[in-house]
């Protein structure tokens, strides 16, 4: 790539394409702005840095409830989606807060949506994709599969061939 090229990428990520015009597509700071309900004080050091900093507390228990709503689905669903159990449920919410590695897997969620939403369009139709068995997905919903890394690779990976047009 040459120095040139550089020059002209955007601040926030990667371009995609719309309409045959380039865009900015969405990355680290919208995901999060998308699940957490809190910002912190001090101004960005790099690109990823608030996903660096997810620390104990950084994650706020109401946040899953509103992403859930968004996801078109119940909390319980969502806290089987990123390994909390009903117990460990009541725990944090007492707390307020989820744990990182909970947080991170909720994160992990959030980035396949945003995904989604940006190849789809619209929240809704991508709310309604994940939720919709897929037969290129051995008839699994796109959402089930995000409990995993290896999951949301599957997904990621249908959401590229949905945005370049290969249709099997």
Known sequence: MTHEAL??????????????????M?????VLDMVLEIKPARMPQAPNWRLIEI???????????????RLGIQPAEL?????VTERTALRRRAEGFLKPDEADRLLRIARVYEEA??????????????????????????????DSDGGAQAVSD???????????
């Open 117 to 146: 939403t940006r190849v789809l369009g619209a929240e809704h139709k991508a709310a309604g994709w994940l939720n919709q068995p897929n037969p290129c997905l051995y008839d699994a919903t796109p959402l089930s599969l995000l």
């Open 26 to 30: 969405r990355t680290t700071e919208s």
């Open 158 to 168: 249908e959401l590229v061939r949905i945005d370049y047009g290969d249709f099997v």
């Open 7 to 24: 020059d002209t990428l955007p601040t926030n990520g990667v371009y995609s394409k719309t309409d045959g015009e380039r865009s900015e």
């Open 79 to 83: 806290l089987r989606l990123i390994g």
């Open 55 to 69: 620390q104990p507390h950084s994650v706020p228990w109401s946040s899953v409830a509103g992403f859930s709503t």
